[in-house]
Nanobody, 116 residues
Framework: QVQLVESGGGLVQPGGSLRLSCAAS????????MNWYRQAPGKERELVAA????????DYADSVKGRFTISRDNANNMVYLQMNSLKPEDTADYFC?????????WGQGTQVTVSS
């Protein structure tokens, strides 16, 4: 079955950086677009970044453009989210996502807290 395992979250000061990782298995990674979502307390889950199967195209939420970078390693079935210049409003649970086998698939999430 599809497994997505996120890591790399934590507590960081405003202006700091974190790199999230997602290890994927159970599907043909190299043919699927991969996504990062986030959900802040009391808010709906939102798409943060997406990357096509080859990595040739990426897309970002307006709120993170210029600060976050999504990338992938198809040889090792990994997707990453480099987050720079973090702001308190980036505080959320971050989830790796793939649409395959006719459904949305999610990891367990990793928590990011931006606070001084």
């Amino acid at each position: 079955q599809v497994q997505l395992v996120e890591s790399g979250g934590g507590l960081v000061q405003p202006g700091g950086s974190l790199r999230l990782s997602c290890a994927a298995s159970g599907f043909t990674f190299s043919i699927h677009t991969m996504n990062w979502y986030r959900q802040a307390p009391g808010k709906e889950r939102e798409l943060v970044a997406a990357i096509t199967n080859t990595g040739g195209s990426t897309d970002y939420a307006d709120s993170v453009k210029g600060r976050f970078t999504i990338s992938r390693d198809n040889a090792n079935n990994m997707v990453y989210l480099q987050m720079n210049s973090l702001k308190p409003e980036d505080t959320a649970d971050y989830f790796c996502n793939v649409r395959c086998f006719g459904r949305e698939n999610w990891g367990q999430g990793t928590q990011v807290t931006v606070s001084s």
